[in-house]
């Protein structure tokens, strides 16, 4: 018996090593947090900025005054945005996109997380980042302007 536990230890050391064992690691990890964020939301805060005014500037966007705010009034709409990020792409690390909108997932008055939209960065799709630029991930800009149409009205 210990030489299968000193075994499995020799093992585990072996493959936590491995640059695609980390990846696969950090991805099973950055989408759990995502989906465990999306799961325990029961209201979703989206705020639209002057991209004109982001463009050219480094940082927060929260200091800034948005131009439109739009809010989660149902469940439905929640599971919505959920399902936005069917065959989304999850990417890694994004250096220096662009922030046009803020996303922040909120449990009652707890805020769960603060995700970032770049719609500049691709003709057809959108980038939505975690805060630390982390990782993102990148989806069809017509379901991300069909769910921003859903939630105005």
């Given at each position: 018996?210990?030489?299968?536990?000193?075994?499995?230890?020799?093992?585990f050391?072996?493959?936590?090593?491995?640059?695609?064992?980390?990846?696969?690691?950090?991805?099973?990890?950055?989408?759990?947090?995502?989906?465990?964020?999306?799961?325990?939301?029961?209201?979703?805060?989206?705020?639209?900025?002057?991209?004109?005014?982001?463009h050219?500037?480094?940082?927060?966007?929260?200091?800034?005054?948005?131009?439109?705010?739009?809010?989660?009034?149902?469940?439905?709409?929640?599971?919505?945005?959920?399902?936005?990020?069917?065959?989304a792409?999850?990417?890694?690390?994004?250096?220096?996109p662009?922030?046009?909108?803020?996303?922040?997932?909120?449990?009652?008055?707890d805020?769960?997380?603060?995700?970032?939209?770049d719609t500049?960065?691709?003709?057809?799709?959108?980038?939505?980042?975690?805060?630390?630029?982390?990782?993102?991930?990148?989806?069809?800009?017509?379901?991300?302007?069909?769910?921003?149409?859903?939630?105005?009205?």
């Open positions: 018996m210990k030489r299968y536990f000193v075994l499995f230890l020799v093992l050391f072996i493959l936590s090593c491995s640059n695609k064992t980390q990846n696969t690691i950090e991805n099973i990890f950055d989408n759990f947090s995502f989906n465990t964020t999306l799961s325990n939301s029961s209201e979703i805060i989206i705020k639209v900025y002057d991209s004109t005014i982001t050219n500037r480094s940082g927060s966007l929260e200091s800034l005054i948005p131009l439109k705010e739009c809010k989660t009034k149902t469940n439905q709409q929640i599971q919505d945005f959920k399902n936005i990020f069917e065959n792409e999850k990417t890694g690390y994004c250096c220096c662009v922030s046009t909108y803020s996303i922040l997932f909120f449990n009652k008055k805020t769960l997380a603060l995700f970032y939209v500049l960065e691709f003709k057809n799709k959108v980038r939505i980042f975690e805060g630390s630029f982390q990782y993102s991930y990148i989806i069809e800009k017509q379901k991300w302007k069909k769910y921003l149409k859903e939630i105005e009205n």
